[in-house]
Protein backbone atom coordinates (compact mmCIF):
# COMPACT_ATOMS: atom_id res chain seq x y z
CA UNK A 1 0.00 0.00 0.00
CA UNK A 2 2.54 2.60 0.95
CA UNK A 3 4.10 1.82 -2.46
CA UNK A 4 1.62 2.59 -4.32
CA UNK A 5 0.79 5.63 -2.40
CA UNK A 6 4.49 6.86 -3.15
CA UNK A 7 4.11 6.42 -6.94
CA UNK A 8 0.97 8.25 -7.03
CA UNK A 9 2.39 11.31 -5.21
CA UNK A 10 5.31 11.12 -8.03
CA UNK A 11 2.57 10.67 -10.61
CA UNK A 12 1.05 14.05 -9.35
CA UNK A 13 3.94 15.80 -9.28
CA UNK A 14 4.54 14.84 -12.72
CA UNK A 15 0.78 16.08 -13.86
CA UNK A 16 1.48 19.16 -11.89
CA UNK A 17 5.07 20.05 -13.18
CA UNK A 18 3.26 19.95 -17.16
CA UNK A 19 0.41 21.61 -16.09
CA UNK A 20 2.28 24.39 -13.91
CA UNK A 21 -0.16 25.40 -11.81
CA UNK A 22 -0.27 23.25 -8.61
CA UNK A 23 2.09 20.63 -7.25
CA UNK A 24 1.04 18.48 -4.15
CA UNK A 25 1.28 19.16 -0.38
CA UNK A 26 4.15 16.86 1.05
CA UNK A 27 3.57 18.09 4.99
CA UNK A 28 7.06 18.02 6.99
CA UNK A 29 5.73 14.40 8.85
CA UNK A 30 5.89 13.05 5.26
CA UNK A 31 9.59 14.05 3.89
CA UNK A 32 11.27 14.72 7.24
CA UNK A 33 13.62 12.19 8.17
CA UNK A 34 12.76 12.73 12.22
CA UNK A 35 10.03 10.76 13.59
CA UNK A 36 7.66 12.39 15.33
CA UNK A 37 4.80 11.38 17.98
CA UNK A 38 1.63 10.22 17.34
CA UNK A 39 -0.73 10.40 20.56
CA UNK A 40 -4.33 8.36 19.93
CA UNK A 41 -6.71 7.71 22.88
CA UNK A 42 -9.25 9.08 24.93
CA UNK A 43 -9.67 10.93 28.60
CA UNK A 44 -12.31 8.75 29.68
CA UNK A 45 -14.42 10.67 32.20
CA UNK A 46 -16.53 7.48 33.25
CA UNK A 47 -16.83 4.53 34.67
CA UNK A 48 -14.37 3.15 32.21
CA UNK A 49 -10.27 2.83 31.93
CA UNK A 50 -8.37 5.60 30.03
CA UNK A 51 -6.08 4.45 27.02
CA UNK A 52 -3.68 6.27 25.49
CA UNK A 53 -1.22 5.07 22.81
CA UNK A 54 1.88 6.48 21.52
CA UNK A 55 3.81 5.41 18.44
CA UNK A 56 6.25 7.48 16.00
CA UNK A 57 5.33 8.31 12.66
CA UNK A 58 7.40 6.32 9.53
CA UNK A 59 8.01 7.66 6.11
CA UNK A 60 5.58 6.02 3.18
CA UNK A 61 8.31 4.71 1.92
CA UNK A 62 9.46 3.02 5.10
CA UNK A 63 7.82 -0.42 5.35
CA UNK A 64 8.46 -0.69 8.92
CA UNK A 65 5.60 -0.38 11.30
CA UNK A 66 4.90 2.39 14.04
CA UNK A 67 7.10 1.18 17.29
CA UNK A 68 5.35 1.82 20.62
CA UNK A 69 7.08 4.70 22.47
CA UNK A 70 8.64 3.23 25.59
CA UNK A 71 9.01 4.46 28.93
CA UNK A 72 7.14 7.78 28.77
CA UNK A 73 5.45 9.66 31.78
CA UNK A 74 2.44 10.41 31.02
CA UNK A 75 -0.23 12.49 32.88
CA UNK A 76 -4.17 13.87 32.46
CA UNK A 77 -4.29 17.44 34.37
CA UNK A 78 -7.81 19.29 35.17
CA UNK A 79 -8.04 23.13 35.19
CA UNK A 80 -9.42 22.56 38.86
CA UNK A 81 -5.06 21.34 39.48
CA UNK A 82 -6.28 17.41 39.58
CA UNK A 83 -3.95 15.11 37.98
CA UNK A 84 -3.67 11.31 37.54
CA UNK A 85 -0.42 10.02 36.02
CA UNK A 86 -1.31 6.41 33.84
CA UNK A 87 0.97 3.48 34.06
CA UNK A 88 3.00 1.96 30.89
CA UNK A 89 0.88 -1.26 29.54
CA UNK A 90 3.72 -2.23 27.05
CA UNK A 91 4.17 -1.81 23.72
CA UNK A 92 3.44 2.14 23.39
CA UNK A 93 0.53 1.74 25.80
CA UNK A 94 -0.70 4.15 28.70
CA UNK A 95 -3.83 2.70 31.31
CA UNK A 96 -5.66 4.22 34.48
CA UNK A 97 -8.27 2.93 36.26
CA UNK A 98 -12.13 4.28 36.07
CA UNK A 99 -11.57 7.87 37.26
CA UNK A 100 -15.09 9.16 37.20
CA UNK A 101 -13.74 12.72 36.50
CA UNK A 102 -17.38 14.12 34.97
CA UNK A 103 -17.97 17.05 33.18
CA UNK A 104 -17.81 20.05 36.15
CA UNK A 105 -13.88 20.96 34.66
CA UNK A 106 -11.35 20.74 31.43
CA UNK A 107 -8.82 18.37 31.03
CA UNK A 108 -5.35 17.97 29.01
CA UNK A 109 -3.06 15.54 28.30
CA UNK A 110 0.73 16.28 29.39
CA UNK A 111 3.80 13.57 28.01
CA UNK A 112 7.04 13.52 28.51
CA UNK A 113 9.19 10.77 26.70
CA UNK A 114 12.11 8.65 27.80
CA UNK A 115 14.49 10.94 25.53
CA UNK A 116 12.84 14.33 27.44
CA UNK A 117 10.55 15.12 24.56
CA UNK A 118 7.46 17.19 26.40
CA UNK A 119 3.68 17.63 24.71
CA UNK A 120 1.00 19.17 26.16
CA UNK A 121 -2.54 19.30 24.87
CA UNK A 122 -4.92 22.16 25.67
CA UNK A 123 -7.45 21.87 28.19
CA UNK A 124 -10.91 20.25 26.11
CA UNK A 125 -14.21 20.16 27.46
CA UNK A 126 -15.48 17.21 29.13
CA UNK A 127 -18.43 15.93 27.60
CA UNK A 128 -20.91 13.39 28.20
CA UNK A 129 -21.79 10.74 25.87
CA UNK A 130 -25.20 9.98 25.55
CA UNK A 131 -26.82 6.26 25.53
CA UNK A 132 -26.48 4.18 22.23
CA UNK A 133 -30.48 3.84 21.43
CA UNK A 134 -30.28 0.93 19.74
CA UNK A 135 -27.89 -1.12 17.13
CA UNK A 136 -29.89 -2.51 13.95
CA UNK A 137 -29.06 -4.28 10.77
CA UNK A 138 -30.73 -5.40 7.37
CA UNK A 139 -30.27 -7.57 5.11
CA UNK A 140 -28.88 -5.70 1.87
CA UNK A 141 -27.73 -7.31 -1.69
CA UNK A 142 -24.92 -9.42 -0.78
CA UNK A 143 -24.15 -8.70 3.10
CA UNK A 144 -25.24 -6.92 6.33
CA UNK A 145 -25.47 -3.24 6.91
CA UNK A 146 -25.27 -1.80 10.26
CA UNK A 147 -27.12 1.28 11.60
CA UNK A 148 -26.96 2.95 15.10
CA UNK A 149 -29.76 5.06 16.61
CA UNK A 150 -29.02 7.69 19.45
CA UNK A 151 -30.29 10.88 20.54
CA UNK A 152 -29.71 13.78 23.23
CA UNK A 153 -32.58 15.24 25.17
CA UNK A 154 -30.88 17.96 26.40
CA UNK A 155 -29.43 19.13 22.98
CA UNK A 156 -25.60 19.00 23.91
CA UNK A 157 -24.22 16.96 22.04
CA UNK A 158 -24.53 17.25 18.20
CA UNK A 159 -20.94 15.99 17.22
CA UNK A 160 -20.85 12.23 17.56
CA UNK A 161 -17.83 10.14 16.65
CA UNK A 162 -17.96 5.91 16.78
CA UNK A 163 -15.44 2.43 16.71
CA UNK A 164 -16.48 -1.12 17.27
CA UNK A 165 -15.08 -4.33 17.83
CA UNK A 166 -15.94 -7.34 15.29
CA UNK A 167 -16.18 -10.83 16.56
CA UNK A 168 -16.94 -13.99 14.08
CA UNK A 169 -16.85 -17.30 13.96
CA UNK A 170 -15.45 -19.81 11.24
CA UNK A 171 -14.13 -23.67 11.43
CA UNK A 172 -11.37 -25.59 9.59
CA UNK A 173 -11.46 -27.92 6.31
CA UNK A 174 -11.77 -30.90 8.57
CA UNK A 175 -12.49 -31.93 12.00
CA UNK A 176 -10.27 -33.55 14.23
CA UNK A 177 -11.92 -35.85 16.80
CA UNK A 178 -8.64 -37.22 18.54
CA UNK A 179 -5.34 -36.05 19.88
CA UNK A 180 -2.64 -37.90 21.39
CA UNK A 181 -3.02 -38.52 25.14
CA UNK A 182 -0.17 -38.49 27.81
CA UNK A 183 0.21 -42.08 27.09
CA UNK A 184 1.03 -41.86 23.81
CA UNK A 185 -2.09 -43.02 22.37
CA UNK A 186 -5.08 -41.54 20.90
CA UNK A 187 -7.64 -40.14 22.82
CA UNK A 188 -11.01 -38.31 22.28
CA UNK A 189 -11.03 -34.63 22.26
CA UNK A 190 -13.55 -33.92 24.98
CA UNK A 191 -12.38 -30.97 26.89
CA UNK A 192 -13.69 -27.79 25.44
CA UNK A 193 -9.87 -26.05 25.24
CA UNK A 194 -9.28 -29.89 23.22
CA UNK A 195 -11.57 -29.19 20.15
CA UNK A 196 -9.79 -27.23 17.49
CA UNK A 197 -12.56 -27.33 14.40
CA UNK A 198 -14.62 -24.20 15.47
CA UNK A 199 -12.64 -20.73 16.60
CA UNK A 200 -13.44 -17.42 16.99
CA UNK A 201 -11.36 -13.97 15.60
CA UNK A 202 -11.63 -10.70 17.06
CA UNK A 203 -10.56 -7.75 15.02
CA UNK A 204 -10.86 -4.03 16.01
CA UNK A 205 -12.62 -2.26 12.81
CA UNK A 206 -10.84 0.78 11.40
CA UNK A 207 -13.76 2.81 9.84
CA UNK A 208 -13.91 6.37 11.03
CA UNK A 209 -17.66 7.13 11.71
CA UNK A 210 -18.60 10.40 12.34
CA UNK A 211 -22.25 12.37 12.33
CA UNK A 212 -23.12 15.95 13.22
CA UNK A 213 -26.80 16.98 13.95
CA UNK A 214 -26.16 20.84 13.78
CA UNK A 215 -28.76 20.94 10.80
CA UNK A 216 -31.38 19.68 12.93
CA UNK A 217 -33.88 21.02 15.51
CA UNK A 218 -33.21 18.01 17.47
CA UNK A 219 -30.40 16.20 18.72
CA UNK A 220 -31.02 12.87 16.73
CA UNK A 221 -28.79 10.41 15.11
CA UNK A 222 -31.12 8.53 13.32
CA UNK A 223 -30.57 4.87 11.08
CA UNK A 224 -26.91 6.47 10.48
CA UNK A 225 -24.78 3.75 8.68
CA UNK A 226 -22.14 1.99 10.58
CA UNK A 227 -20.27 -1.08 8.65
CA UNK A 228 -21.21 -3.13 5.92
CA UNK A 229 -20.54 -6.98 6.76
CA UNK A 230 -20.37 -8.98 2.72
CA UNK A 231 -21.78 -12.08 2.13
CA UNK A 232 -18.11 -13.30 0.10
CA UNK A 233 -16.31 -12.32 3.99
CA UNK A 234 -17.63 -15.44 5.07
CA UNK A 235 -18.08 -13.72 8.80
CA UNK A 236 -21.76 -14.61 9.08
CA UNK A 237 -21.37 -17.96 8.52
CA UNK A 238 -21.20 -18.96 11.45
CA UNK A 239 -22.62 -16.05 13.67
CA UNK A 240 -21.40 -12.05 14.23
CA UNK A 241 -21.13 -9.94 17.11
CA UNK A 242 -20.73 -6.13 16.80
CA UNK A 243 -19.68 -4.20 19.57
CA UNK A 244 -20.42 -0.54 19.24
CA UNK A 245 -18.93 2.47 21.10
CA UNK A 246 -20.19 5.98 21.01
CA UNK A 247 -18.19 9.14 21.92
CA UNK A 248 -19.33 12.58 22.18
CA UNK A 249 -17.09 15.22 20.10
CA UNK A 250 -16.19 18.57 20.38
CA UNK A 251 -16.36 21.15 17.23
CA UNK A 252 -13.00 21.13 16.89
CA UNK A 253 -12.72 17.28 18.10
CA UNK A 254 -15.36 16.46 14.97
CA UNK A 255 -13.41 18.76 12.52
CA UNK A 256 -10.09 16.66 13.41
CA UNK A 257 -11.95 13.23 13.24
CA UNK A 258 -13.43 14.37 9.35
CA UNK A 259 -10.35 15.46 8.13
CA UNK A 260 -8.71 12.07 9.03
CA UNK A 261 -11.60 10.36 7.33
CA UNK A 262 -10.69 12.09 4.18
CA UNK A 263 -7.10 11.87 4.63
CA UNK A 264 -7.49 7.91 5.02
CA UNK A 265 -10.35 6.65 2.89
CA UNK A 266 -8.80 5.67 -0.29
CA UNK A 267 -5.22 4.99 0.75
CA UNK A 268 -5.64 2.60 4.04
CA UNK A 269 -6.68 2.90 7.15
CA UNK A 270 -6.17 5.23 10.17
CA UNK A 271 -3.02 3.13 11.11
CA UNK A 272 -1.20 3.89 7.60
CA UNK A 273 1.08 6.64 7.27
CA UNK A 274 -0.44 9.90 6.72
CA UNK A 275 -0.90 12.03 3.93
CA UNK A 276 -0.64 15.65 4.98
CA UNK A 277 -0.03 16.99 8.30
CA UNK A 278 -3.88 17.31 10.77
CA UNK A 279 -4.55 20.23 12.89
CA UNK A 280 -3.82 18.73 16.42
CA UNK A 281 -4.52 20.25 19.65
CA UNK A 282 -1.25 18.54 20.80
CA UNK A 283 2.35 21.00 21.08
CA UNK A 284 5.70 19.98 21.71
CA UNK A 285 7.23 22.29 25.02
CA UNK A 286 10.93 21.30 24.13
CA UNK A 287 10.72 22.42 20.70
CA UNK A 288 8.05 24.51 19.87
CA UNK A 289 6.64 24.19 16.20
CA UNK A 290 7.65 20.22 16.02
CA UNK A 291 4.84 18.43 14.41
CA UNK A 292 2.56 16.00 16.47
CA UNK A 293 0.13 13.99 15.31
CA UNK A 294 -3.38 13.21 17.23
CA UNK A 295 -6.03 14.88 19.06
CA UNK A 296 -7.22 14.41 22.59
CA UNK A 297 -10.57 14.88 23.69
CA UNK A 298 -11.98 14.17 26.94
CA UNK A 299 -15.47 12.26 27.54
CA UNK A 300 -17.58 9.25 28.54
CA UNK A 301 -18.25 6.24 26.42
CA UNK A 302 -21.59 4.02 25.74
CA UNK A 303 -21.49 1.10 24.35
CA UNK A 304 -23.68 -1.59 22.94
CA UNK A 305 -23.26 -4.81 21.55
CA UNK A 306 -25.47 -6.60 18.54
CA UNK A 307 -25.33 -10.17 17.49
CA UNK A 308 -26.17 -11.65 14.11
CA UNK A 309 -26.92 -15.38 14.16
CA UNK A 310 -25.95 -17.67 11.11
CA UNK A 311 -28.64 -18.78 9.96
CA UNK A 312 -29.82 -15.64 8.31
CA UNK A 313 -31.30 -17.00 5.18
CA UNK A 314 -29.28 -16.99 1.94
CA UNK A 315 -25.88 -15.62 3.57
CA UNK A 316 -23.97 -18.62 4.46
CA UNK A 317 -21.00 -18.99 2.92
CA UNK A 318 -17.97 -21.42 3.74
CA UNK A 319 -15.57 -19.54 5.07
CA UNK A 320 -12.55 -21.62 5.07
CA UNK A 321 -9.27 -20.73 3.24
CA UNK A 322 -7.63 -23.69 1.33
CA UNK A 323 -3.90 -24.45 2.26
CA UNK A 324 -1.19 -24.03 -0.35
CA UNK A 325 -2.56 -27.01 -2.23
CA UNK A 326 -5.42 -29.57 -1.75
CA UNK A 327 -3.31 -32.21 -1.64
CA UNK A 328 -2.21 -31.04 1.97
CA UNK A 329 -6.00 -31.40 3.03
CA UNK A 330 -6.29 -35.10 1.38
CA UNK A 331 -4.43 -36.54 4.54
CA UNK A 332 -4.27 -40.38 4.98
CA UNK A 333 -4.78 -42.92 7.06
CA UNK A 334 -2.54 -44.89 10.37
CA UNK A 335 -3.67 -48.32 10.94
CA UNK A 336 -3.30 -50.32 14.37
CA UNK A 337 -1.92 -53.31 13.05
CA UNK A 338 0.47 -54.64 13.35
CA UNK A 339 0.21 -53.29 17.32
CA UNK A 340 3.88 -53.95 17.79
CA UNK A 341 4.73 -50.57 15.99
CA UNK A 342 1.63 -48.44 16.14
CA UNK A 343 2.76 -46.20 19.10
CA UNK A 344 5.96 -46.09 17.26
CA UNK A 345 4.89 -44.87 14.04
CA UNK A 346 2.21 -43.21 15.64
CA UNK A 347 4.84 -41.04 17.14
CA UNK A 348 6.75 -40.36 13.89
CA UNK A 349 3.34 -39.12 12.21
CA UNK A 350 2.50 -36.51 14.57
CA UNK A 351 5.40 -36.14 16.44
CA UNK A 352 6.15 -32.89 14.54
CA UNK A 353 2.93 -31.51 15.78
CA UNK A 354 2.09 -31.22 11.95
CA UNK A 355 -0.17 -33.52 11.51
CA UNK A 356 -3.21 -34.50 13.70
CA UNK A 357 -5.43 -37.58 13.68
CA UNK A 358 -8.85 -37.04 12.33
CA UNK A 359 -11.62 -39.88 12.44
CA UNK A 360 -11.91 -43.18 13.44
CA UNK A 361 -11.59 -45.82 10.99
CA UNK A 362 -13.96 -49.32 11.47
CA UNK A 363 -14.78 -51.92 9.47
CA UNK A 364 -18.35 -53.47 9.11
CA UNK A 365 -18.09 -54.90 12.59
CA UNK A 366 -17.36 -52.13 14.48
CA UNK A 367 -13.82 -52.99 15.30
CA UNK A 368 -11.39 -50.07 15.18
CA UNK A 369 -9.00 -50.17 12.25
CA UNK A 370 -6.81 -46.85 13.13
CA UNK A 371 -7.23 -43.44 12.38
CA UNK A 372 -7.74 -40.42 9.64
CA UNK A 373 -4.75 -38.02 9.61
CA UNK A 374 -4.49 -34.44 7.52
CA UNK A 375 -2.31 -31.56 7.84
CA UNK A 376 -2.78 -29.43 11.39
CA UNK A 377 -3.56 -26.62 9.08
CA UNK A 378 -6.46 -28.09 7.51
CA UNK A 379 -8.15 -29.44 11.09
CA UNK A 380 -6.84 -26.99 13.76
CA UNK A 381 -8.39 -23.40 13.14
CA UNK A 382 -6.08 -22.09 15.57
CA UNK A 383 -3.78 -22.37 12.42
CA UNK A 384 -5.70 -19.93 9.97
CA UNK A 385 -4.59 -16.44 10.30
CA UNK A 386 -5.20 -13.79 11.56
CA UNK A 387 -5.26 -16.31 14.15
CA UNK A 388 -8.27 -17.24 16.48
CA UNK A 389 -9.28 -18.87 19.53
CA UNK A 390 -11.58 -21.95 19.76
CA UNK A 391 -12.85 -20.71 22.90
CA UNK A 392 -15.97 -19.16 22.86
CA UNK A 393 -16.01 -15.84 24.41
CA UNK A 394 -17.87 -14.67 27.34
CA UNK A 395 -20.59 -12.96 25.01
CA UNK A 396 -21.32 -15.17 22.63
CA UNK A 397 -25.09 -15.59 22.66
CA UNK A 398 -25.05 -19.67 21.40
CA UNK A 399 -23.83 -22.91 22.40
CA UNK A 400 -20.64 -23.38 20.06
CA UNK A 401 -22.42 -25.07 17.14
CA UNK A 402 -19.06 -26.50 15.79
Not at 360 to 376: F, K, P, Q, T
Not at 377 to 384: M, W
Amino acid sequence: MKSIIVVTSVFILAIAMAWGCKKPYLGPAIVSKDSYLVIEGLINTGPDSTFIKLTRTVKLSDIAKPSGELNATVTIEGDNNSSYQLTEAGGGLYQSPPLYLGTNAKYRLRVKTASNEEYLSDFVEAKETPDIDSVSYEVQNDGVQFYVNSHDAANKTRYYRWDFDETWGYHAFARSYFKIGGDGYPELRVAPEDKIYGCYRSNPGVQILTATTTKLSQDVVLHQPLDFISQGSGKISHGYSLLLRQYALTEAGYSYWENLKKNTEEIGSIFDAQPSELPSNIHCLSEPGKPVIGFVSASSVKSKRVFVNNFIAGLFVPDYIAPPTADECKGGAILIEPQVSFQYRLKQLTGTGDTVLLNGIYNRMGVLLGYGYAARNCADCRTKAPYGTNLAPAFWPIPQRF
